[in-house]
Nanobody, 123 residues
Framework: QVQLVESGGGLVQTGGSLRLSCAASGRTFSSYAMGWFRQAPGKEREFVAAISWRGEMRYYAASVKGRFTISRDNAKNTVYLQMNSLKPEDTAVYYC????????????????WGQGTQVTVSS
């Protein structure tokens, strides 16, 4: 069982940066692949980024590649999403998720989800 709690969301201007954190409980965090997803009002949830359990493999959605960076610190049971050059279209609730395989990061179900953190980018 893994419990996930996101933090770090907020209001930022276009071009600004935010770093989201996702703290996980449970001794097996380091064995899980982790992903970030987002859902904007009126839209379906979409994949943002994913990272393997050791951090050596990372995948990004085309819309965020080059602007966002996913990382993890297994000693702290935490995964991060550094978001730079933010745009109004990045406005969404951001969720972290965990599963026991990486795959391509975006396909298939994740087993555990956090409650989400709101990111709002003003124009």
């Amino acid at each position: 069982q893994v419990q996930l709690v996101e933090s770090g969301g907020g209001l930022v201007q276009t071009g600004g940066s935010l770093r989201l954190s996702c703290a996980a409980s449970g001794r097996t965090f380091s064995s899980y692949a982790m992903g970030w997803f987002r859902q904007a009002p009126g839209k379906e949830r979409e994949f943002v980024a994913a990272i393997s359990w050791r951090g050596e493999m990372r995948y990004y959605a085309a819309s965020v590649k080059g602007r966002f960076t996913i990382s993890r610190d297994n000693a702290k049971n935490t995964v991060y999403l550094q978001m730079n050059s933010l745009k109004p279209e990045d406005t969404a609730v951001y969720y972290c998720a965990a599963r026991n395989f990486l795959g391509d990061g975006s396909s298939g179900a994740y087993d555990y989800w956090g409650q989400g953190t709101q990111v709002t980018v003003s124009s």
